[in-house]
Structures are given as C-alpha cells and as structure tokens.
C-alpha cells in the first residue's frame, strides 16, 4: 500500500462521521475510514456504540468487548476485502469506547498490525503476542476526565509485557477528544512504523 488506510472506531453515542471529521487533518498522510458502531446508542439520540455501557461494571465490560469483537472484525474483514489487502495492513484507531475494542483486539491475538488507541483502557484478557506482535501508538492526555491518563499507561505496560511494541505518548490540555497535539502524534508515528507486510511475514517466518 502506498499510503496508510486508517480504519477509525469512534467513542460511545458519537459517528463514524463525527470521527472522520477530527481526523481530516491526517488527509496528507493517509486515508481514513470511519466506521459507525455495530448497535445504535442505547442513551438516546442518532449516535452509534461499539457495545452498550448500561449498567456496566469493571468486571462486566470484558464479557460486553469479546462479544462486540465478532461483528466488528466481519466488517474489518469485509473492508479489507474491498479494498484489496490483508486485515493487518489496515492501522486499526479507536477513540475512548473504539480504543477499548482496538487494545481488545491487540490484546487477545486478533491483530498484528498497527493500532493507534487514543483515550482508551485495556478491558480484555492480555496472551502473549509471539510471533504475532503488534505495533502499537497509546495516546492519553493530562487533563482527560473520562478515560485519565493512568488507563493508557496501564494498557501500554500490560501489551509490551505481552511482547508488543508500544509507544505511549501524553498530550497536555485536549481532555476527552482528538486534539492537534493527538493528530501531530499520529502523522509522525505513521511513517517511522511503516514496514511493508512481505518484510513483516519474512521476519516472522
């Protein structure tokens, strides 16, 4: 692929258009897909969720992740079928509730590819990635009230214990969104993260 093919995951209760909106300034330096979420947002209103938050509690949201994964990644596959190119060539980027699937993912073996999870928390089972690891961009901001700081650097530590590759940045004042600091994080880690997948599947023999 010539240029990266982001695939975004918005938060709960938002849109793929919304989350295609903030990201617009990557445009230059790839082309972004905006999912909107599997289910229809159980608060009310048009948004979309990856999976309802009703009632849900710390021990309760992983069973709520591994049961959204299965349409979610019908779809990955479906995308990049369209597109002509394998699952993993496509760099997975979750915000808040699409971050958790995306670090799910990662997590539970299902990608190899690249992930990029901004404002988001580990809630899934970590395996060791093996031959299988993925490279990761985890963002969380100072001043994010929602998803603090200390949930990306939890699921940082736990994925490069598990043999990830993961680069955990902080940006300052955003909160709970996509900011420019996020964007310039992004549009760096792009480029010094591109590995072509022939050279990827040689070296993991």
């Known amino acids: ?7 975004a995951l918005h938060g709960v209760g938002s849109s793929g258009r919304d989350m295609g909106a903030a990201l617009a300034p990557l445009a230059p330096v790839a082309d972004v897909i905006a999912l909107d ?16 938050l009703s009632g849900v509690t710390q021990a309760d949201r992983p069973r709520r992740v591994a049961n959204a994964l299965p349409r979610m990644i019908q779809r990955l596959d479906q995308l990049a079928q369209d597109h002509g190119v394998a699952r993993e060539d496509l760099v997975l980027l979750g915000f808040s509730q699409g971050a958790i699937m995306t670090l799910a993912m990662v997590a539970q073996g299902l990608h190899a590819g690249r992930v990029i999870a901004i404002a988001g928390r580990l809630a899934a089972p ?7 690891a ?14 603090p700081f200390g949930l990306s650097q939890d699921a940082a530590e736990r994925l490069r214990a598990a043999g990830h590759h993961v680069d955990l940045r902080l940006t300052d004042g955003i909160g709970h969104g996509v900011g420019s600091q996020t964007l310039s994080s992004i549009a760096s880690w792009l480029p010094a993260t591109a590995v072509p997948r022939a050279n ?3 070296t993991e023999g």
């Open 1 to 7: 692929m010539s240029r990266p093919l982001i695939v």
């Open 37 to 52: 979420g599997c289910e229809a947002f159980d608060g009310g209103g048009a948004g979309r969720q990856w999976f309802s």
């Open 126 to 132: 970590v395996i060791a990635a093996g031959a299988r």
């Open 134 to 147: 993925a490279s990761l961009l985890v963002i969380g901001d100072s001043a994010d009230p929602v998803m």
């Open 200 to 202: 990827a599947l040689t």
